[in-house]
């Protein structure tokens, strides 16, 4: 006799594994069937994961963020127009999301978000502002948005969290290094950045990331 499908059985279809979630009686319950339908990395299922967000189940909710993430670009919209905001929550996990995707078009919210109140929305929005993928804009585009994104990760060094700070020199080292040849003359001021929060952070996690991100970029512009 053939066993009863569950969450889990990859031969669900994605209206199934959406009714799973709807029907979880548990938090186990809930968090296996967003799993399944987060590693379906089907586009139907998008409007539901984006759902969970809100659901105030963290382990649910970064079960869908990671199945927001797979499936990537098509999900950036949806998540930009749907972002809550009377929902907290459900916003820090939509903007943890689109700063893992990496799609420029979220550029704006993350400038936005690296101001919040949360420090680990502070923290993930200036991760997200380095890595964006500026390949998906157009030439024209890219000096704008590039400038928009660094003198927001050059005022993130200051945040009063150490983490947050930690966070802006990465972001800032990646963004430094793939700066369009427009831009390559503002090496100078990040390069002027690090060395200041090289000899002043109080953090030494801090002043080490710094040292290691100015070499790396001196090491670019030479």
């Avoid at 006799?1 to 569950?6: A, E, F, G, I």
């Avoid at 101001?115 to 997200?128: E, I, T």
């Avoid at 802006?168 to 990646?174: F, H, M, N, R, S």
Wanted: glycine fraction near 8%; include cysteine; proline fraction near 5%.
């Amino acid at each position: 006799m053939s066993q009863p499908q569950t969450a889990h059985s990859p031969t669900m279809s994605v209206e199934a594994l959406i009714a799973e979630i709807d029907r979880a009686d548990s938090a186990a319950s809930l968090l296996a069937a967003v799993r399944a339908l987060a590693e379906a990395q089907n586009e139907a299922a998008i409007p539901t994961l984006i759902r969970v967000l809100g659901f105030n189940n963290p382990g649910a909710a970064v079960a869908a963020v990671g199945g927001l993430v797979r499936i990537g670009k098509p999900a950036v919209v949806p998540l930009l127009e749907q972002l809550d905001g009377y929902n907290y929550g459900a916003r820090a996990w939509a903007i943890r999301a689109l700063s893992e995707i990496r799609d420029p078009r979220a550029l704006d919210i993350l400038v936005g978000a690296a101001s919040d109140f949360a420090l680990s929305v502070r923290r993930a929005a200036a991760k997200g502002l380095g890595f964006l993928r500026w390949e998906d804009l157009e030439a024209e585009e890219r000096p704008t948005c590039q400038q928009k994104a660094l003198e927001t990760l050059l005022q993130t060094t200051q945040d009063p969290e150490w983490v947050v700070r930690y966070a802006a020199i990465v972001g800032l080292e990646t963004l430094g290094a793939n700066l369009t040849p427009t831009l390559s003359d503002r090496l100078d001021g990040i390069s002027t950045c690090f060395e200041g929060l090289q000899g002043t952070d109080d953090e030494l996690a801090v002043r080490a990331r710094a040292s290691l991100a100015r070499g790396r970029l001196q090491r670019i512009d030479n």
